[in-house]
């Protein structure tokens, strides 16, 4: 299995971007997929994820500002991220669990800056 994640970039406070995840490699099904980010010295954090019929998680930091959505028949999830500001600034990485293993993409640089 691979996911393979894209859309990253540099973008300026209050504008937007789109991250994609697309997983491949034999699939028959995914359940939970998510994104999760990791800051320049911190840790990796939850920023969103999904389940297979659509229900949503947000982190409080970007709740009202992410939007998660996902194509089933695509394997593919998404991340719209509207309101960006500085503090967004990270290396965001998808995750897919399937068959009760998590695979992890290779992550995506997103940077917030004037």
């Known amino acids: 299995v691979q996911l393979q994640a894209s859309g990253g970039g540099l973008v300026q406070p209050g504008g937007s971007l789109r991250l994609s995840c697309a997983a491949s490699?034999?699939?028959?099904?995914?359940?939970?997929m998510g994104w999760y980010r990791r800051a320049p010295g911190k840790q990796r954090e939850l920023a969103a994820t999904?389940?297979?019929?659509?229900?949503?998680k947000y982190a409080d930091s970007v709740k009202g500002r992410f939007t998660i959505s996902r194509d089933n028949a695509k394997n593919t999830v998404y991340l719209e991220m509207n309101s960006l500001k500085p503090e967004d600034t990270a290396v965001y990485y998808c995750?897919?669990?399937?068959?009760?293993?998590?695979?992890w993409g290779q992550g995506t640089q997103v940077t917030v800056s004037s």
């Open positions: 490699g034999g699939i028959f099904s995914i359940n939970t």
């Open positions: 995750n897919a669990l399937i068959r009760n293993v998590l695979h």
């Open positions: 999904i389940t297979r019929e659509g229900s949503t």
